[in-house]
Structure formats: structure tokens, C-alpha cells
């Protein structure tokens, strides 16, 4: 149970730790990518806008740009700013019409042919866009007057350095998660063992109790038969033995749930469909004197790994449960089948539905639900519970769910 508590704890912590640092992740790279690729973009626009270009017509030539000077009389010099001087731009005239290139500046650089930034720029002026990303360029469109200048920035800086930051930051925050994963084991150890230790402490006062509570019952049993021998029938006499029931009835479910909570039992391959038909043969009478019917579906061969005594009291106690809370003439149903690996094992009655708030509270120790769950059959709310700690010593599972007018109770447990 606690070791459940603390995965789950874990989980939780780390699932927080995981969509928290992803989602940082997440925004610190779309932000600087958007920052980055905005203050780009627009430097290259910048830098359309300053670049001069001089057409002239001679007698029906094509109209061709002068090359571009480094200054212009009314505008800054391009080296002069750090941006324009750590980038590298590229320059290609196009045609209005959009079929010839008229010049290409590739800045002295070789990484990209003239040939190459002119088949670009005219895709680009084809495909009517004016801004965009082609491999690792980034370019504007800009209308010229006599001609459109299609203005280039590499950007392979830019995203190589974004793959890096992308990297680094996912191989950190991966060590830092799987760090922050055996603190959220420490600290959930650190959470639960207060409860461990309170529930050890529970077990241990319930199975001391039990011990001390068995003699003096048994005591006081005796003094009241030797009494009632001497005196007689008496009221008063009768009462102290039917409490001292009662007080009996207690003090051996307080046993037997320590007993099974605390004591490993032994463990041997058996067949649980002659258990299950074992104790429910006992059953038929009970339910026959109250006008009900006892149906079974057991499926033969089904064969589990535990102890054979324990299987007995689990099917005994559900059936019990069941048979008491069944409808008046209605039909408790008891079946047991093999779904891959486990053998389930249901146990159903007719009646009201149990409520949902009820249901997740059946199994704890000393827990009843509303009076029609319970009745004055001087039973405390350990029955459940010892079923629980019985199917959880085999490793299994056991649940209860209400539909279509039935209670039912189903364990499972892992096949042999």
C-alpha cells in the first residue's frame, strides 16, 4: 500500500517537474527564436530599403542596375553598424516581369553561386511572396521601381546556434530531472514514513489488543456458565453472556486480521475452483431457508499459487457478505474464470446499489456503510478487511462495483 503511495507520489512530483520544464523549454526557445528571427528580418528589410539601384534605359536595352556604392549621400554607411557587419546579406535584381535577373551581389563570398541566388530569386518573385525562409535564407521582396531586388540573409548562424542552445539545454534539464528524480524518492520516503509508522503501530495495538482482550472473554464466559448453573435462568446473566458474544465475536476477527496482515502464509499450488465449490456447497442451505438461490459458474482447472486455508475464509467471507445484504428471494451468483494470467473470482448479490462514497471506504478496518448494509448481526467491519489483506497477501486485487442491480465483489489473483 505504501509502496503504491510512493510511486505515486513520485510520479506526481516528477510528471510536475517534467511539463514545467518542458513547458519553460518551450517557451525560452520560441521566444528567442522569435526574437532572434524578428530583429533578422528586420535588418534585412533594412538593408533592402538603403540598397541603391540605378536604372537606366539605353535605346531598348534591358534595363540593368548600376553596382551598388557603399555609401549614399543621404543614408549610413552599412559597415558602420555591428548588426550589418556580423551578417552576412546577399543582393538580386529580377525583371518586373519577373523572367530575368539583372544582377546579382553575393557580397565576395563563394558559399552561394550567382547561378544559385538567381534560380532562388526568381522562384521567389514567381511565387508572388514577399518574405519568407529559402534553405538557410532568409529573404524580402522589394518592389524597386524598374525592377524587384530580392535581398538574401544567411541564417545559418542564427539556427545553429538555436540547435545548440536546443541541445545543451535539453541535455542539462535531463540531468537535472533525473537528479531531482532521487530527491522526489527521498522526499517521498521522507512523507510516508510517518504513516508507515503509524500504520505499524495500528497493526501492532490491534493484534496486542486482541491477545489481551482473548483471556478475560474467555473468563468471563466461564464464571457466567458456572453462574447460570447455579442460579439458574436470569435476565441480567443473559445479557453479560450476549455481550460477552459479542465482545468474543470481536476479539477473533481483531486476531484474525492481525494474523493475516502480519504472518506470511505458506504458499503452494492449489486448485481454486474445488475451494470455490467447497464453500459454496455450505451456502445452499442458507440461502434456501431464505427463499434466495445460489447460482455458480466456476470454470474448472483454474489453478493459483497461495494458501489454501486463506481462499477458504476469502470466498467464505464474501459469500457471508453477500448472502446477508442480498435482496429478499434474490439470487447470489458466484463465479470464478481465467482471464490470461489471473483467475477472478466475483461473488454478486441483488439489492440497492451501495454509494459511490461508500464504496472506496468497504475495505478499511472497522468501516460500515448506512444501515442497509449492515443490520444488527453483530459484525464490525472487519470482514471486508480481512478479504482485502487475504487477496493482497497473493498479490492481487480485489474491488467492488454496483450495476444493473447488482453488488459485486470481484478479486483477482495471479494464475499458476
Known sequence: MFKKSKRKI??????????????????????????????????????????????????????????????????????????FQLSTFYS???????????????????????????????????SGKTRGTKERLVYVAVDKGGCTLVAFMDNTIVRDSMTTLFRYTLIFGGMAIVLLFFVAIFLA?????????????QKQFISDAGHELKTPVSVVNANADMLRREIGENRWLSNIQYENTRMGALVTQLLELARTENVTPEMAEVDLDRIVMGEALPFETVVFEKGAKLKCDVAEGVRVVGNAAQLSELISILLDNAVRHNAPEGTVRIELRREKSHAVLSVSNEGAPIPEEHQKHLFDRFYRADAARTGGDNRYGLSLAIAKAIVEAHHGQISVSCHDGLIVFTAVIPAS
Open 189 to 201: 520516503n521522507r512523507i510516508v514514513r510517518p504513516l508507515e509508522e503509524s500504520y505499524r503501530k
Open 92 to 126: 538580386v535584381a529580377v525583371s518586373k516581369d519577373g523572367g530575368t535577373v539583372l544582377s546579382v551581389d553575393n557580397s565576395g563570398r563563394e558559399i552561394y553561386t550567382d547561378e544559385e541566388l538567381g534560380e532562388y530569386a526568381l522562384q521567389i518573385v514567381k
Open 10 to 83: 513520485v510520479a506526481a512530483v516528477m510528471s510536475a517537474l517534467v511539463l514545467l520544464f518542458l513547458g519553460t523549454l518551450a517557451v525560452i526557445y520560441i521566444s528567442s527564436y522569435r526574437e532572434v528571427s524578428s530583429r533578422n528580418r528586420d535588418m534585412l528589410e533594412r538593408y533592402a530599403q538603403l540598397y541603391p539601384l540605378n536604372i537606366r534605359d539605353h535605346q531598348g536595352e534591358t534595363a540593368k542596375p548600376e553596382a551598388a556604392p557603399s555609401r549614399r549621400p543621404d543614408g549610413p554607411r552599412f559597415e558602420d553598424t555591428p548588426a
